[in-house]
């Protein structure tokens, strides 16, 4: 027969197994976006346990999250401290090595470059799928210059990309052939990739926008980004049907066609309220 005190202790058991942890508390608040609070909690945390990768991790990053001018500057050392403490987690180098680049933008600097770039290329070998780090590798070595810079490693990063997500690659290429201003080129990778997959969302909305920034084939630009809002986009990265909207304002506009171009921004608007882009546009529109 069961002691009857065991009922009690049962349910104590399981209580005490259920509540959360200070660090789990820290991160709920950091998931929830409430990043002063859990600014100031995970700094207790790595106070009492300097050791702990995972509070250095989420410390770094909330501070990542701050307004001010030295956000990048302080939370730097703190994400490169988790990938010591823990060189296995790929998403600690991912962390470190993207927060590395861009205060290395800010700073101008060369050292925090590179490191950027050696943390990124460890996230990808421990997780070959981590196309945001492959995305920062591609980029650090077709903007770097000679001879940091590299080809025909941006271009492999590309083709890994291409192996994995597709769509994300055609995003990729288009827009860096548009930042470019080969036009052209960007049309013509539309092209093929049309040719193939007629149905493609990426690149029938990089055709509307390469249009717009170009101010090129106009006409056909409103028709591919028209056919964009027949389709669902592919995934959670991929341009919205807001941004499809925006970029159907901007062409109404060169179109001087201004009754439809705030049409369009409000249209944009009514699906995501947030898009500061369609919201400028349709500020200044006269």
Not at 153 to 181: F, G, H, M, Y
Not at 273 to 279: L, S, V
Request: aromatic fraction near 8%.
């Amino acid at each position: 027969m069961i002691p009857r005190f065991r009922s009690f202790a049962l349910p104590l058991l399981l209580a005490a197994s259920a509540a959360a942890s200070p660090l789990e508390d820290a991160i709920a608040l950091f998931q929830a976006k409430q990043f002063p609070d859990a600014r100031a909690a995970l700094e207790k945390i790595t106070t009492a346990e300097p050791a702990n990768a995972a509070a250095a991790y989420y410390y770094g990053e909330t501070l990542r999250r701050r307004s001010d001018a030295a956000a990048l500057e302080d939370a730097v050392p703190w994400l490169e401290k988790a990938t010591v403490l823990d060189p296995t987690t790929a998403k600690y180098f991912a962390a470190y090595g993207s927060a590395s680049l861009l205060f290395a933008n800010q700073k101008t600097s060369l050292s925090a470059a590179n490191k950027g770039r050696d943390a990124l290329e460890k996230a990808i070998a421990l997780d070959p799928n981590d196309l945001d780090s492959r995305e920062g590798v591609f980029q650090f070595y077709h903007h770097a210059p000679w001879p940091i810079g590299s080809s025909s490693k941006a271009a492999t990063q590309l083709a890994e990309i291409k192996k994995r997500d597709p769509d994300r690659w055609a995003n990729l290429s288009i827009s860096t052939k548009v930042r470019a201003k080969d036009y052209t080129g960007a049309f013509k990778l539309i092209d093929e990739i049309l040719a193939k997959t007629p149905d493609n969302y990426v690149a029938h909305y990089q055709y509307g926008r390469t249009a717009a920034v170009a101010n090129l084939n106009l006409p056909a630009g409103l028709t591919h980004l028209q056919k964009c809002l027949t389709l669902t986009p592919p995934g959670p990265a991929s341009p919205t049907h807001s941004n499809v909207w925006n970029r159907l304002g901007n062409i109404h506009e060169k179109l001087k066609q201004p009754t439809a171009a705030r049409a369009a921004y409000e249209s944009a608007l009514k699906l995501e309220p947030a898009n500061k882009a369609a919201a400028d546009s349709l500020a200044k529109l006269k």
